[in-house]
């Protein structure tokens, strides 16, 4: 998983901590943080004044305080007691809470990112989904934008429903409206691969009948020669190709230069001149 060091709170608190437990770096006004994702091939590097470290930690320990509280009134009187807007849902801090699927504030924050401002949130899903699906055509830029920012974020509360509700019937609890049901059934296989070919041996099949034969993938290939014949490899790889990558979204923090797409190029330019020229390449 790419991991960008801007505003990365991680690694804020690892500053702060640092900062915190020297004695030799009171002289220094700023400090960098750096992230390196090596599966990825990815560094990223941001730098912060003290100041602003400073200011950070003392954010942290205002929220580490008010965390406490809302853990002992949870661990005291019970979690459904918490007022909900305690509960700030989001990509990250949602990602790993085993709580995603049947959290109110959660659902709440989903419906509204369907829903938008004009619905009314006790409607019912199926309404709010069918009113939000009819509205996309007249959405603008800046508003896909800002529901397209939350669409992963949804897709993962989704699976997590998804999930739950096979827990729950996996467990024989009823979930209203569903069941389990016997899946369609796996590809055909040989029970015995050596009875098979030995009965298709004796109906006098011809080789490129039984059997069938396909060269090697180039990774394959890299796999049996790059290591053991270099020189060999380097011939292989000449005879590689890979198509190019089709248009892809992605963020503006993505390093990836954006595409130029200019529509106008797609069509064939008839006016007379571009006419004329053509002709006349045509006739020499």
């Given at each position: 998983m790419q991991v960008d060091a801007e505003q990365n709170e991680q690694l804020q608190l690892y500053a702060l901590a640092r900062w915190s437990s020297s004695t030799c770096?009171?002289?220094l006004t700023a400090c960098a943080c750096s992230s390196i994702s090596r599966s990825l091939n990815h560094v990223s590097e941001w730098a912060l004044s003290v100041a602003e470290l400073e200011a950070f930690g003392q954010r942290a320990q205002?929220?580490?305080a008010s965390v406490i509280v809302m853990f002992n009134i949870a661990e005291c009187e019970?979690?459904?007691?918490?007022p909900l807007e305690n509960f700030t849902p989001g990509e990250k801090q949602c990602r790993f809470c085993k709580a995603r699927a049947?959290?109110?504030r959660g659902k709440q924050f989903h419906m509204q990112t369907v829903a938008g401002e004009f619905d009314d949130l006790t409607a019912p899903i199926s309404e709010l989904v069918t009113s939000a699906i009819a509205r996309v055509p007249m959405l603008t830029n800046e508003q896909l934008a800002e529901i397209y920012g939350q669409a992963d974020f949804l897709q993962s509360w989704l699976k997590a429903i998804r999930?739950?509700?096979n827990s729950e019937l996996n467990a024989g609890h009823p979930v209203p409206g569903f069941k389990l049901?016997?899946?369609?059934q796996g590809n055909r296989a040989w029970r015995n691969e050596v009875e098979a070919e030995e009965l298709l041996k004796s109906f006098r099949l011809k080789q490129d009948q039984m059997y069938s034969q396909k060269v090697i993938s180039p990774t394959q290939?890299?796999?049996?020669?790059?290591?053991?014949?270099p020189r060999r490899w380097t011939k292989v790889e000449a005879l590689i190709i890979r198509s190019d990558g089709k248009p892809t979204i992605a963020p503006e923090s993505d390093p990836r230069p954006a595409l130029n797409v200019n529509p106008?190029?797609?069509f064939d330019d008839v006016s007379e001149d571009a006419l004329a020229d053509d002709l006349a390449d045509d006739l020499i």
């Open positions: 770096c009171t002289t205002e929220a580490a019970g979690v459904n007691t918490l049947i959290c109110t999930d739950r509700v049901v016997t899946g369609k290939a890299e796999k049996l020669l790059k290591k053991e014949s106008v190029n797609d």
